[in-house]
Nanobody
Framework: QVQLVESGGGLVQAGGSLRLSCAAV?????????MAWYRQVPGKQRELVAT???????NYADSVKGRFAISRDNVKNTVALQMNSLKPEDTGVYYC??????????????WGKGTLVTVSS
């Protein structure tokens, strides 16, 4: 099993910055292919914020392009999300996501418990 431990959420004023971090902890060999951040607000579906592959190809939701930056450390199995120029609409619970292989099982997906980000206007 893989545990994703998130940190870095909190309350910030509009225009401010926050950095989220997530560490993947596994007792078995887990080859992570893609790491990502999702967010969810009450009453809405969880939405993709950003993804990053093993070779650091990134993808962002249009709403965060130019403001957020995702990065990862393949040795430490961590992923971070630097969030700048935050807006009230960025408020939500942010979830870390990891997909990879744990032979003999393949294409497994794990989620963190989430960290709350609140942006005040």
């Amino acid at each position: 099993q893989v545990q994703l431990v998130e940190s870095g959420g909190g309350l910030v004023q509009a225009g401010g910055s926050l950095r989220l971090s997530c560490a993947a902890v596994s007792g078995s060999f887990f080859s992570i292919r893609t790491m990502a951040w999702y967010r969810q607000v009450p009453g809405k579906q969880r939405e993709l914020v950003a993804t990053i592959t093993t070779d650091r190809r990134t993808n962002y939701a249009d709403s965060v392009k130019g403001r957020f930056a995702i990065s990862r450390d393949n040795v430490k199995n961590t992923v971070a999300l630097q969030m700048n120029s935050l807006k009230p609409e960025d408020t939500g619970v942010y979830y870390c996501n990891a997909r990879g292989d744990m032979p003999p099982a393949y294409d497994l997906e794990f989620w963190g418990k989430g960290t709350l980000v609140t942006v005040s206007s």
